[in-house]
């Protein structure tokens, strides 16, 4: 029987992957991935998933994952010694997707999401960077291995605490958000698989309907 571990606001402990940059083009789009990554934790409960700093229009926000932000309207986006407040403008009714306003950030390097990225499929390379369990800044190179338009699989290293991780392709574009890490139960016991994650990718529509709100909420 397989089953989903949602992995925000949660801690444990692992072993960090390495990540070793075979190429300039490959070093900075590791370098947008890392500079973008935020500690994303609710101002009135502990525990933490990560966030990525995006630009839209004029106005800077921070997108994770809607189980990281359930229940909660306000976080602090913990950036080295530096701490934002932020506030929750969005949640998706179809995907496990939440966006919270934040003022611009002097530390963090924004992705400019205007567009939904075009994923090749199976095989493709992409990058996320995020704060597993107690660890700070950890990188992944993962492979998409399947999945639908809605949902990819990604073989690579997730744990609790990366759920709200912005998946990056070689072009550098924002496409989807770590939302789980997958499960297997055999006999009485259910284990976690860190190796094969889920993603929720963000389409036009998805885009469309962030605008809405900003446009909705008059937010500058």
């Not at 397989?2 to 444990?12: A, E, K, V, W």
């Not at 700070?136 to 759920?163: D, H, N, P, V």
């Not at 469309?208 to 500058?220: A, F, Y």
Request: hydrophobic share 40%.
């Amino acid at each position: 029987m397989n089953t989903l571990f949602f992995i925000g606001l949660l801690f444990t402990s692992i072993n960090p992957q390495i990540i070793l940059a075979h190429s300039e083009h490959e070093k900075k789009t590791i370098g947008i991935s890392r500079n973008s990554a935020a500690y994303v934790t609710p101002v009135k409960a502990g525990g933490h998933g990560t966030g990525t700093y995006v630009k839209i229009d004029n106005s800077f926000f921070i997108i994770t994952a809607k189980h990281v932000t359930d229940g909660h309207q306000d976080f602090f986006i913990n950036v080295g010694k530096m701490s934002s407040l932020a506030h929750k403008v969005y949640e998706s009714k179809t995907k496990d997707i939440s966006v919270l306003q934040v003022a611009q950030i002097s530390t963090l390097q924004p992705i400019n999401l205007d567009t939904a990225c075009v994923l090749e499929g199976a095989g493709e390379t992409v990058y996320f960077s995020g704060f597993p369990s107690h660890y700070s800044l950890l990188t992944t190179r993962a492979f998409i291995t399947g999945g639908g338009e809605r949902t990819k699989y990604l073989q690579g290293l997730a744990w609790f605490g990366s759920s709200g991780s912005g998946v990056i392709n070689r072009k550098n574009e924002l496409c989807g958000i770590v939302t789980a890490i997958a499960t297997e139960q055999r006999g009485f016991f259910v284990h976690a698989l860190e190796s094969l994650n889920y993603m929720h990718t963000i389409t036009d529509k998805d885009i469309l309907d962030i605008r809405k709100v900003i446009e909705e909420k008059k937010i500058k």
